[in-house]
């Protein structure tokens, strides 16, 4: 298919010169060229643009991607997971599982007789206890801190009026 189309792009300019060069044809050959030659360009733009399609995409075929999603098998209090995560977190997915299973591992060593379910939700509930802790500290830092600015602001006010 390919080869015919560079017969068309071939013949495209011989049918210019020949329609410039014999004007003295008459009108309806005239129209059959210039139909021909429309066809002609119809054509050409598509063959290249197809074939620098076919072209670009066959690299794309040879060159197999990086998964960018990965299967990692976790284990928490005994019991293994599997997790699909992006492979630029897989680091902190397995630094959260060793923080969680040794949460989780400590709570079952408390109640042996807790089944795995019931250690998972203690242990997801203590850990937003902990979250929860966490921010509130952050809040009341933030606090203490604007207190603080207010404070030496003031005091600086005060240093320089007396100066």
Not at 13 to 30: D, E, G
Not at 65 to 71: F, L, V, Y
Not at 137 to 156: G, V
Request: glycine share 0%; proline share 6%; charged share 20%.
């Amino acid at each position: 298919m390919t080869d015919d189309q560079n017969k068309s792009i071939a013949k495209l300019p011989k049918t210019n010169q020949v329609q410039n060069t014999q004007t003295q044809r008459p009108q309806v050959q005239s129209t059959q060229t210039q139909n021909t030659a429309l066809t002609s360009q119809k054509t050409a733009p598509v063959a290249p643009s197809t074939s620098s399609t076919m072209v670009q995409s066959n690299p794309k075929i040879a060159k197999a991607p990086e998964p960018q999603i990965k299967k990692v098998d976790i284990a928490i209090a005994g019991v293994t997971y599997p997790i699909f995560c992006p492979v630029h977190e897989q680091e902190e997915l397995l630094s959260a599982v060793s923080y969680i299973n040794n949460h989780a591992l400590e709570l079952k060593r408390e109640a042996p007789s807790l089944s795995q379910e019931s250690i998972l939700v203690l242990c997801c509930l203590n850990l937003y206890e902990k979250i929860h802790a966490s921010q509130k500290n952050d809040e009341d830092r933030i606090q203490q801190d604007k207190q603080s600015e207010a404070l030496l602001n003031k005091i600086m006010k005060d240093a320089h009026s007396i100066l």
